[in-house]
T-cell receptor, first 113, second 111 residues
Framework: EAGVAQSPRYKIIEKRQSVAFWCNPI?????LYWYQQILGQGPKLLIQ????????DSQLPKDRFSAERLKGVDSTLKIQPAKLEDSAVYLC???????????FGPGTRLTVL | QKEVEQNSGPLSVPEGAIASLNCTYS??????FFWYRQYSGKSPELIMF????GDKEDGRFTAQLNKASQYVSLLIRDSQPSDSATYLC???????????FGKGTKLSVKP
């Protein structure tokens, strides 16, 4: 069974630029999560989708971050404009349902200069 | 008070010893508890989950939960250098499946 796929794996941008990350969850997983992991910290949930609907986006900085999962499968996370403090690893995870085991993708390491 | 607290370490143990990793949480309504292992530069991978008070064993790993004390721990028996990683404690709240992670404890197993 293929795992969670993410791209790109690494991205370096300057502040105020925009960036987008892509995630393809495990086949059949209805729930998809985006986490932000700053160096030395645990992952922090940014947004949770159930199929193509948003379940929780309470910690998403909506003035600069947006995410979508239009067809209930792949998802994109966008940052516009980026700030220095957005430098982190962005992890996508998926699960069969909201209380099932979450499986993480390899992450995208973002550096904002 | 942080929602999920872990000693950041590093915790250093000799090969073959028992490593004990601890975690406390603040929300008494939390129902499910997870231990993830994260190697440097890699993504978290699930080791164990526990829902009920008491011990749960899986190979060299034992998770312990005490809801009255709001405490969960992970014991690693016969520690190996390959166990050297950061161990993340995560607590699930409510029915939406939100995971709240601690900062992680860095474990180093010395040969």
């Amino acid at each position: 069974e293929a795992g969670v796929a993410q791209s790109p794996r690494y991205k370096i941008i300057e502040k105020r630029q925009s960036v987008a990350f892509w995630c393809n969850p495990i086949s059949g997983h209805a729930t998809l999560y985006w986490y932000q992991q700053i160096l030395g910290q645990g992952p922090k949930l940014l947004i949770q989708f159930q199929n193509n609907g948003v379940v929780d986006d309470s910690q998403l900085p909506k003035d600069r971050f947006s995410a979508e999962r239009l067809k209930g499968v792949d998802s994109t996370l966008k940052i516009q404009p980026a700030k220095l403090e957005d430098s982190a690893v962005y992890l996508c995870a998926s699960s069969e349902g909201p209380t099932d085991t979450q499986y993480f993708g390899p992450g995208t390491r973002l550096t904002v200069l | 008070q942080k929602e999920v607290e872990q000693n950041s370490g590093p915790l250093s143990v000799p090969e073959g010893a028992i490593a004990s990793l601890n975690c406390t949480y603040s929300d008494r309504g939390s129902q499910s508890f997870f231990w993830y292992r994260q190697y440097s530069g890699k993504s978290p991978e699930l080791i164990m989950f526990i829902y009920s008070n008491g011990d749960k064993e899986d190979g060299r790993f034992t998770a312990q939960l005490n809801k009255a004390s709001q405490y969960v721990s992970l014991l690693i028996r016969d520690s190996q250098p390959s166990d050297s990683a950061t161990y993340l404690c995560a607590v699930m709240r409510g029915s939406q499946g939100n995971l709240i992670f601690g900062k992680g404890t860095k474990l180093s197993v010395k040969p």
